[in-house]
């Protein structure tokens, strides 16, 4: 399984890229504006940064709705780096931007997935990433990991070869059921990923082992 991290800061950017275990990035709007990043040229700059820190993919989202803007603005961020994937929202404008984006070339990442149908639609449209978002899927008492193991089963009955990205990860445990449950990849923030360190008996075991190092090492 592939690790994605999910912010558009820098230097969380940097240290997961430093741990040696990031595989690229995504971003959303509400992560760009949580920077503070504005404007389409300060966007496009923000992204080149990213994309020098990362050899993997990194996710740009598009703001527009409608085909036409979608794919202007697709073009635009496709252009900024060769490693940008283009992010679409599940709507019925953007599958039409999925489609049209394979005929030209540029990869995308069909995001905001709740169901299995449209995980199919994406699929069947073309898209390389399709992003189901656990954690909101967990907010409304459903079992968001149930959605991912569904994706798998039909993708691999159905040969599709969209990579499933589990989304909006909250927790260490989320990542490690997404990899039970057969994501391809997870995109999570910093924490979820330092997360993944933490077992009390570690502390303790080293603790241990330096204590008795010193006592005949002084
Ligand atoms: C996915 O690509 C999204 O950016 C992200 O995972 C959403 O997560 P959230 O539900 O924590 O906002």
Sequence with gaps: MKFFIDT???GHIREAHELGILDGVTTNPSLM????????????NHYRAICEI??????????????????EEGKRLADLAENIVVKVPMIKDGVKAIAHFV?????????LVFSAAQAILAAKAGASYVSPFIGRIDD????GMLLIKEMAEI?????????ILAASIRSS???VEAAKNGADIVTCPLSAILGML???????????FLADHRKVNG
């Design 8 to 10: 558009a800061n820098l």
């Design 33 to 44: 504006a949580k920077e503070g990043i504005s404007g389409q040229a300060n966007i496009g």
């Design 54 to 71: 990362v050899v993997g993919d990194v996710s740009a989202e598009v703001i527009a709705t409608d085909f036409k803007g979608m794919v």
């Design 103 to 111: 005929e030209i070339g540029i990869r995308t990442n069909c995001t």
């Design 140 to 143: 409304t008492n459903w079992d």
């Design 155 to 163: 993708y691999a009955i159905q040969g599709y070869e969209t990579e």
């Design 173 to 175: 445990r989320h990542i």
């Design 198 to 208: 933490k077992h009390p008996l570690t502390d303790i075991g080293l603790e241990q």
